[in-house]
Structure formats: C-alpha cells, structure tokens
C-alpha cells in the first residue's frame, strides 16, 4: 500500500493538471465543481496530498474523464519512468 502511495503522489498530480488543462478549468473552478477548496486542488496538483477513490470519481466527473482513464495515465506515466 505504501508503495502505491508513493506512485501517485509522484505521478498523479501531473494527470490531475493534465486533465484539467484539457477540461479548460481553473483550479477554482474545478475545486467548486466537486466541492473543495482551491488549496485542496492545489496540494493535489503539487504532491501533497493524494485523492481517495471517492475524491477521485469526484475529479473525474468533473473533468469529463473516467477515474479508470485517470488512473490508467497514472499507471502509464509510472511504466514510462521505470523504463528509463
């Protein structure tokens, strides 16, 4: 479990940010779209915090994506640097 913490925190800000550039949101205006404080999209998009599945399916739905597309670019981005 420890292991995959540390896997998004590395690599799931990135799809975060990634995903809310190409929705054409701000980080306010998707903090308010799933309720949260701009702070809060901020630590997520910066490593400092880590979304919970149900925080996940909230980002998701808000960013028009699936939370298994997100986790999937998580996941890829991951493999890419292992390769390295």
Do not use: T, W
């Not at 919970?52 to 991951?78: C, F, K, T, Y």
């Amino acid at each position: 479990m420890e292991n995959e913490e540390k896997i998004a925190r590395r690599f799931m800000p990135g799809i975060i940010k990634c995903y809310r550039h190409l929705a054409g949101l701000s980080q306010q205006q998707l903090a308010d779209s799933v309720g949260v404080s701009k702070g809060f999209i901020s630590a997520l998009e910066g490593g400092r915090s880590v979304p919970n599945l149900d925080m996940l399916v909230q980002l998701a739905d808000a960013l028009r994506v699936s939370p298994g597309e997100m986790v999937d670019a998580m996941v890829a981005e991951a493999d890419k640097a292992m390769r390295k």
